[in-house]
RNA sequence: GGAGAGGUGGCGGAGUGGUCGAUCGUGCCGCACUCGAAAUGCGGUGUACGGGUAACUGUACCGGGGGUUCGAAUCCCUCCCUCUCCGCCA
């Protein structure tokens, strides 16, 4: 959620900035100005109208106290038409200030200006693009068709326990899982990262001050019973860890990482995009978080880039690294950058890494504040990124290590698989 | 799930209808004393939204929401949470 500070201060900028996102943002940005003006002239007549009421309050204790029955009677009866006015005015300015809300959170947070132009993804800038292709054999198979080949992750049962898009991994396959794991959280702890093992379903609070809801709520599974949300990410609980939290300078960076299970509805996806591991209703994601203080948020950035990168690198896949235009990024995020692997069998590229900054869009919901050298409150920044997602590391890895023996493990994994090759 | 006790400022803990945004202690910050520190003394120390160049000032906030009342931290309703005991249980 953008503040009113940044949308009033320089609008004809604000809405140059949300142009680049493909929001013509000009009658959002005026409808928001009216609606402030109109919330605060009415607060300061509701404040005034509370103020009379309260010296009158006082007026009648003191009346009552020196007998003066009849004086303080006519101080109640002023009261009392104060109340309703009151009343009037806090209606009037509560749904001022809802509308207010509403029209700010439908508006998406300023694109950095690194930020390429462009509507779709075909518009994402490569930044970083890195061929360490290995020899196939004749005819690749797809990781599809690898996990029954060596029985190691089975969609069927999945749909019998379950339904589509919840695999059961096997032997080697479910051993991978962890394998990958253990990698990811230890390559994060080492990088300066803390481990939290959260709670895998939130309250709707936690939902809201991570973005997912209102908005996304079709998204995200609910169990209605006690009103809880499985999380789509780890992001969500560890985030919100910092909700409501105001930080001292010192305290920078938090930096934390977290292993979870995520849980997605993916309600209208179809096709090549849910084939196999391509797309899940839940996967197993490490995630990586930092708060960071506003002036240094884009080194956090490249940091966390840098680190990505160097466990991409650790497992030997072809990847490249993009710079999402300011139409295919999130609504939340001001700068972003996608990690692919390529897929040698579906001759694609797969998503398995998102970092972006969010400056102090979430951290403005969230509450997430530090005091500033001068005492001043101020909004933090936060930053994620996955480090890494589970299913298409899998993928990759089957597919692009495919031999004529065997799938060969990257020297890397091998002290956490405890093998080198499945066959 | 049942019964009971609670939820007050960074922490501890007063406060059962008016002068309470809240006694006090502690922590923290500043000043004094000191070569320095400790100890001691004095002063300051919440958040949000407004008004004001500023000093300052208005309003709201005592777990959340609602109600009673001229007036609520205090009374009532409701929800959430914590603790103790019982039940169940990885």
């Known amino acids: 959620m953008l503040t009113l500070k940044q949308l009033r201060d320089d609008k004809e900028l604000a809405i140059r900035k949300l142009a680049k ?5 000009a009658p959002v940005i005026a409808k928001i100005e009216d609606l402030d003006d109109r919330r605060k002239a009415l607060q300061i007549e509701l404040d005034g109208c509370f103020a009379e009421q309260n010296k009158a309050a006082k007026l009648i204790g003191a009346l009552m106290g020196q007998g003066k029955k009849e004086e303080a009677e006519a101080q109640k009866e002023r009261v009392t038409w104060l109340k309703n006015r009151s009343a009037k005015l806090a209606a009037e300015a509560k749904e001022v200030a809802d509308l ?206 840098a680190h990505v990168e160097s466990i991409v690198k650790a497992l030997g896949l072809p990847y490249r690294i993009l710079r999402l235009c300011g139409g295919d990024i999130s609504f939340t995020s001001a700068l972003t950058y996608d990690f692919e692997v390529y897929s040698e069998a579906q001759k694609r590229w797969l998503e398995v890494s998102s970092v972006s900054n969010f400056e102090s869009f979430q951290a403005n919901r969230l509450k997430l504040r530090y005091k500033d050298a001068d005492k001043k409150m101020q909004l933090a920044h936060t930053l994620n990124g996955s480090s890494l997602a589970l299913p298409r590391i899998v993928a990759a890895l089957l597919e692009n290590n495919q031999t004529a023996e065997g799938i060969r493990i990257p020297e890397a994994l091998i002290p956490y698989t405890g093998f080198d090759i499945i066959k």
Request: proline share 7%; hydrophobic share 40%.
């Open 100 to 305: 207010l809300q509403a029209a700010i959170v439908l508006l998406p947070n300023f694109p950095a200006d690194i930020v390429p132009e462009g509507k779709t993804a075909e518009d994402n800038l490569v930044v970083k693009l890195v061929e360490t292709y290995t020899e196939l054999p004749e005819n690749p198979l797809p990781h599809w068709e690898l996990a029954r080949k060596y029985d190691i992750i089975d969609f069927d049962m999945g749909v019998k326990l379950t339904g589509a898009g919840f695999p059961v991994y096997k032997g080697k396959g479910a051993r991978l899982q962890r394998a990958l794991i253990n990698f990811f959280l230890d390559c994060n702890t080492k990088a300066g990262y803390l481990e939290i093992e959260p709670p895998i379903m939130v309250n709707e609070a936690s939902g809201f001050g991570t973005g997912q809801l209102p908005d996304k709520e079709g998204q995200m599974y609910h169990a209605t019973v006690d009103n809880f949300y499985l999380i789509p990410t780890a992001e969500v609980p560890v985030t919100n860890i910092y909700r409501d939290v105001i930080l001292d300078e010192k305290d920078f960076p938090v930096k934390m990482t977290a292993y979870t299970p995520c849980f997605r509805r993916e309600a209208g996806s179809y096709g090549k995009d849910v084939r196999g591991l391509n797309r899940l209703h839940q996967f197993d994601k490490v995630e990586i978080v930092q708060l960071s203080l506003p002036e240094v948020s884009y080194a956090a950035l490249d940091g966390m880039v």
């Open 21 to 25: 996102k493909g929001v013509d943002a």
